[in-house]
Each structure stands twice: as structure tokens, then as C-alpha cells.
């Protein structure tokens, strides 16, 4: 397997690491003091108590100093990440230097080459390796090494005193195949300890970046619709993941033999330019869509590479091609690159199928919304066609049978006026219908609605209230606007508003009983608008209240009767308002009366302009 880069530690890792060591160094100070005293006074080893107890006095007094500092990086304000990071490494590296004179002088004091102390190095570059970056990680066991030779070797020649601990020989420090024993047996430990940490450590870490690169690959494949941005975004991953060189992603277009460029990430443009490539000619490619992984080890040697020339001139040393498979069979392939030969290990391949399946479920669900918005916008084109197409004969009809009501045509006998109004009323229902269709389709549409812009929404009440005072006094019922003196400004189209208020206030008529009243009321309210159309008519069934804003939901209690309606209204109320940001809600009690809410927000350079009148007044 090749070994990939450690990742650079975070600031938290090293602040966490440090604070590892410190507390670990507390435990050592403490040790040698208490080591020193249990050795000399209960087993009367003749260890040389003050500079032991110097030893361990001076490493409680650094790794003070170290927690001290170390408190003050992870609080200090103004310092950016990386030189956060660099001032961490600066203090970790000091730490490692003064615990290694630390462990040479305590090997020393205690005997040594013969010292049972050597093991200490092995656990602190065991703990070093594993807590912290390192980027050559053997230099530390050639220090050690080079630091137990020196102290072996100044002992022997007698220019240090050697410390007689262990009951050995005192001159087994001076006897150069005793000491080439000891000094032989550490090396080899210290440099077995250290690979086997940096292994693990290593792969563990890389195991880490993979798992955080796939939880970010799968959140970007189910939060965005965005296909390009989810694609670019896994291609990104994956290389970020296996520090590779370069990824990309082909995806099958629809004829499935050929596929084309969907997404890049370090590659050239020359090498990228090849616009839709034939699978027929692509052995890699073909391979990767029946479904198994291809691994090149070494893309200059392996003949399944076409273009070895221009792989070479792009840096590419061996490559990795995985499919992405989707549910009803294979999307494209995912191809990974790296600068070096043989890169590609099974667990970099089983990323590389975890990435490409996140990738499929991003394109079938972006292709599922991309059908849907299809069938969406053919749904509506239809209803466009076709409700234009009825609109004319319908109103060419409705105005001759008027012409005919009339008595235009010549006088008309009672059976036949009643038969014509029939006709009319029929035709009229029809027309309503058509509009409301239309009206249904445009608020589905973006493309059939203007922008909303800033609008009087009381310019549009006081229209709608206009447009429907002839239906209520036809009826006897009392309709009455009560609203601020000043516009009232919000961001909307008029059309929209006179659709919405049209609809409300014309229910609130077209339902209450003669006699009846219907208050609209519009106050501001913090930032927004609350428009409400009270009436005492007959009102809505409580069951019914949910499904009212559904498209041709009608009540039940309007279903029975002689009032005719499409059941659309409500439904384009309620697009419009959402539309607009606002909200539209329904309170109602069966034969007592009914009230619609729209709540809109103000324009927002008219959050603090509009003033509310006082209770009572009437526009
Ligand atoms: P319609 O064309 O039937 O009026 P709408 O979508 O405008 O369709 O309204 C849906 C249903 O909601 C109506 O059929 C009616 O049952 C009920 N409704 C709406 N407004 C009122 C109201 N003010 N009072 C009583 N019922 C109402």
C-alpha cells in the first residue's frame, strides 16, 4: 500500500495532544521523586537522590511553564489558524527536546547503558508518534539512539561519572560487548515502535479524512438539487480523500455509448478537451460500466491506457476507474489519478465505489426533478392550450344567448327565457371555470408571473372592494374596507393582490346570506401586513378546514348547495400569497361566519414608514 501524507493537525488535535503530554509529564515528575526515595530509602539502591529529585523538581517546573502556554494559545485572541498551528508546533517540538535531555540525564543518573530506564524512550516516542504530526517520524528513535551512545560512551571513557546502580559489575559500562548489547536490542525496538505507531497512526488518520469526505459527499448529494455543484463537489472529495491528483467524472449520455465530461478537478484543459468519448474506444471505460473497479498500477506500462503520451504529460502515474451504478444500471465513471505508481490500494478503490454511489443517487434524484419540472410545465402549457382554445367560443356564446335574452332576436317565449337562462348560467359557470384554470396554471408558472415589485396593497383592496360592491348590494350585504390613511407597501404585483383579495373577498360575498355583513380590515403589524375578511355567512365544516386550500376542494356544505364554484380560488390564493412570502389562514364556525387572514411582509424600506389608524376609521 502507499502511504499517503498525515494530514496537518487542527489546532483542537494539537491543543489536545499537548495537554496529553502534560498531564503525562505531572505523572513522570511525580514518579521519579517518588521512585527515587522508594529506591534509596526502602531497597537501598544507591541512587544519586539530588540530582534525581533536581530532575524531577526541573520537569515539573517546564511542564508548568508548558501548561501556562499552552492556555494562553488557546485563548489568544487575533492569532489566525495557521499561525495558531505553527506556534503549536513550535511549543510541541521544545516540549519533545527538553523530555528527551530529560530521559538522558534520568538514564544516566540511574546507571547508564545499564539502566532499566532505557525502556522510557520507547514510550515517549510511542506516545509522540501517535499524538502528534510527524512528518519523519525515525528521526526521533536516530536522536534517542544517537543520545544512549553518547552517554554509553562518555561513561565508558570516564569522562562522565558512571552511576553504579544495579548490582552488576561496576565496570560492566567500560566492557564493549556488554554495552553493544543493550545499545544494539534499543535501536532496533525504537525504530520497530515507531514504524508500527506511524502505521496505524497513519492509516487511522487517513481513515478519519475518508469518513469525514463521504458524510460530506453524501450531505452535499441529498441537500442540493444543483447537480453540477454535487458533482464538482465529489470529485473534490475524492481526491481531497485519497490525496490524489486529479478525479473526474463521465457520465453515459442517453444513446449509452458514449460518455461525456460532468464534472473536474485537477486536470488540464488539454487533457480534459476531448468532448464525448466513444466507449467502444475506451477499454477502461467499458470496463468500469460493466460494473467492476479497473486499477492501473502504472499507467506508462498497462496497454488498457489509449492516450499514454498525453497521461504522461498530465503527470498521471497510475489510475483508478470505478462505475456509478444507479438503480436501474450503470450512470458513468468515476475516474481518480495519481502522481505516483501503484497509488491505489482495495480500501482506497472501496472509497472510490462509496463516492461514485452517493454520486448516482445525486444524478437519478436531480433527473427525477428534472422529469417532474418537465411534466410540470407540459401540464401547464396544456391547460394553457386548451383553456384558451374554450375561452372565445365560450364568451362568443354567452353573448349571443344574452343578445337572444335580450329579445334582440325577435320575443321569446317564458319556456324558452327560462331555457336561456339556464344556458347562460351553465356557459357562465364554464367561464369561470376556464379563468380559474388559467389563473391555476399561471400561478404554477414562474414564467407567466411579473416580478413582484413595490405595490399599494390598499390601491388593490380599495379596487377589489369596487369590483364587488354591485354583487353586494345586489345581495344586501354590507361590505365595508377599514385601513390606514397611508399606502401601505409591500412587494407584490397588483395582479396578484386583485387575484388574491378578488377571490377572498368575492367568497366572503358569494357565501354570506342576505342581510349579511363582510368586513375587510388591513393593519400593520410589526413588519408585515395582516389584511382580515371577516363575514357572517355560512361558514366552513370543521373537517373541511384542511383540505380547503387543495386544488377543486369545495366544503361539503357548499357542495349541496345552489352556489356554484370551481374549488380553485383558494388554491391560487394560497401560490400567490406564498409567492409573495405571506401567509393565508382560515378561522371558521358553521352558520356563524368565516375569516380569512393574509398576512404579508412590508417592503423593506417600509418597515417603519406605515403608520395604523385609529380603531374605527374607515378608507
Ligand atoms: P369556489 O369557487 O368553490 O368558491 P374556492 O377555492 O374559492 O372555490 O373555495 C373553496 C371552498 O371553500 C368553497 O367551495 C367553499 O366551500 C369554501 N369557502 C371559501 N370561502 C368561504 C367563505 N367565506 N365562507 C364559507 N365557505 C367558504
Redesign the pocket.
Known sequence: MTQTKPEPLAPEDFAAAVNRLVLTRWGAAALVAGLTFLCVHALAIPLPTGPLLGLAAGLAAYNAVFTLLNGWLERAPGLERDQRVRWYRRLVLLQVLLDWVAITAFVHFTGGVTSPAITLFLIHMVIVTALLETRSPYVYPALATASLCLVAALEGSGIIQHHDVLPWGAELHRDLRFVTAPLAFFTIAAFASVHMTNLVVVRLRERDRQVSALLLASQAASSSIEIDQVLDHLVESVVRALSAKAAYLRLLVETGDHVDLAASIGLSARYLDHGITDVAQSQIDREALSGAPVVIADSQTDPRVARKQEAIAEGIASLLAVPVLGRRGPLGVLHVYADKPSFFSPAHVTFALSVAAQGAAAIENALIHEHLQRAERARGQFVRTVTHELRSPIAGTLSLAHAMRDGLVGELQPEQKSMLARMSARLSALA?LVN?LLALAASQSAELQESPRQVDLLSSLRYVIEQQAAESQAKDVALHLEAPATPIIVEATDQGLARVFG??VG??V???RRGGRVEVRAVVEGTSVVVTVV?T????PEK?LPR?FEDF???S???SSEIT???????IVKRVVTSFRGIVTVR?TIDRG?T?TVTLPLAAAHRSASGVLPDGATA
Open positions: 369561470e380559474d377571490n377572498v367568497n366572503a358569494k357565501y354570506t363575514d355567512g355560512i361558514g366552513i373541511d380547503l376542494f369545495r366544503a356544505n357548499t357542495r364554484g370551481t374549488g380553485l380560488g383558494l388554491a371558521s368565516t380569512f
